[in-house]
Every structure is written in C-alpha cells, then in structure tokens.
Nanobody
Framework: ELRVTESGGGSAQAGGSLRLSCAASRYWYSMAWFRQNPGEDRERVANINGGAAPWYAASVKGRFTLSRDNAQNTLLLQMNSLKPEDTGMYYC????????????WGQGTQVTVSS
C-alpha cells in the first residue's frame, strides 16, 4: 500500500520549536511539506527533489530545515523560531520524477503557534 503518514504536530509558543516527521511506504523522488488554514490556499513550505538541496518558501527560510533519510523513507521538517503565522494543518506529499504534481498526500498534522 502506498502511503505517507505525518506525525509530530502540536502546540508551541512563538519562538519555540517543533519537528514534523513523514514516513513513506517507499522512496519517492520528491517529497514536500505543505500547510493550509481554513479558507486559504494550500501553501508549499519546503520540498526536496532527489539529492538536490531543499527548497524553502521565503516565509520559512532560515527558520525551517528539511531533511530526508532515504534508507528509512522519512522526511523531517525541523521548525525553529516559530511564529503564529506558522499555524496550520501541515501535509506531507510525495511524487515520482515523472509526475507533474504531488499525487500522494498524508492526512495532515496540526501545528498551532501561540503568541
């Protein structure tokens, strides 16, 4: 069964840290974290393609660190210096090289940052 499963969400104070983990059932060429709040579009936070350096949204660059463990098929997002605007439902997504869009999505994990 192909799946991606998120864990690690929760609540934090502004300035604090949280770490999100995504476990995949197999290797994917590209894996990403997105976030979304009710009534808003889903926003790509960070992604990593193959062995390339991660890409980050401007809003999180310098505060978030994305890494992957290909042996474990795991994607990690270390979130430091959290801000209230980082609040949202965070989704892990995966796609193969030949896919135009991310086609496998997890159920999401909630992150809430209070001021």
């Amino acid at each position: 069964e192909l799946r991606v499963t998120e864990s690690g969400g929760g609540s934090a104070q502004a300035g604090g840290s949280l770490r999100l983990s995504c476990a995949a059932s197999r290797y994917w060429y590209s894996m990403a974290w997105f976030r979304q709040n009710p009534g808003e579009d889903r926003e790509r936070v960070a992604n990593i393609n193959g062995g390339a350096a991660p890409w980050y949204a401007a809003s999180v660059k310098g505060r978030f660190t994305l890494s992957r463990d290909n042996a474990q098929n795991t994607l990690l997002l270390q979130m430091n210096s959290l801000k209230p605007e980082d609040t949202g439902m965070y989704y892990c997504a995966a796609r193969d090289f030949s896919d135009a869009q991310y086609r496998f999505w997890g159920q999401g994990t909630q992150v809430t940052v209070s001021s």
